[in-house]
C-alpha cells in the first residue's frame, strides 16, 4: 500500500509557512525574531520548490534548494554578526533603536 501526499497540501504549507514569516517580518520588532522569520520564508520556499520537483520529477528544484540554503547560511553568518555589533553598541536589538543610525 502507498501512501502518497498530493503536491497541493505541500504548497498549502508552504504558503501558511510564508505568511506566518511575512508577518514575523512586518509585525517584529526584535531583530532576532525578524531573523528567524525571514528563515521560515525562505525554507517555507525550499518546500515549494521541492514539492514541485516531486511533481514534475525533475531535479532542478533540488538544485535551487541547495542554492537557497546556501544563501541563507551566509545570511545566517552575516546577520548574526551584524545583530552582535548592534547589541555591543547600542545594548539593544529592538529595530525601532536602529533608525537612530541615520548619518
Known amino acids: 500500500m502507498e501512501f502518497a501526499?498530493?503536491?497541493e497540501f505541500f504548497f498549502v504549507?508552504?504558503?501558511i509557512l510564508f505568511t506566518?514569516?511575512?508577518?514575523?517580518?512586518?509585525?517584529r520588532k526584535n531583530a532576532i525574531l525578524v531573523f528567524m522569520s525571514v528563515e521560515l520564508m525562505l525554507n517555507s520556499?525550499?518546500?515549494?520548490l521541492?514539492?514541485?520537483?516531486?511533481?514534475?520529477?525533475?531535479q532542478e528544484g533540488h538544485i535551487f534548494v541547495f542554492f537557497v540554503m546556501?544563501?541563507?547560511?551566509?545570511?545566517?553568518a552575516v546577520g548574526l554578526a551584524l545583530i552582535v555589533a548592534i547589541f555591543r553598541s547600542?545594548?539593544?536589538?529592538?529595530?525601532?533603536?536602529l533608525h537612530q543610525m541615520e548619518g
Open 5 to 7: 501526499v498530493p503536491t
Open 13 to 15: 504549507l508552504s504558503l
Open 20 to 27: 506566518l514569516g511575512a508577518l514575523g517580518v512586518l509585525l
Open 45 to 48: 520556499a525550499n518546500l515549494a
Open 50 to 58: 521541492v514539492a514541485f520537483a516531486r511533481q514534475w520529477g525533475s
Open 70 to 76: 546556501t544563501v541563507a547560511a551566509a545570511e545566517v
Open 90 to 97: 547600542k545594548q539593544s536589538i529592538n529595530i525601532d533603536d
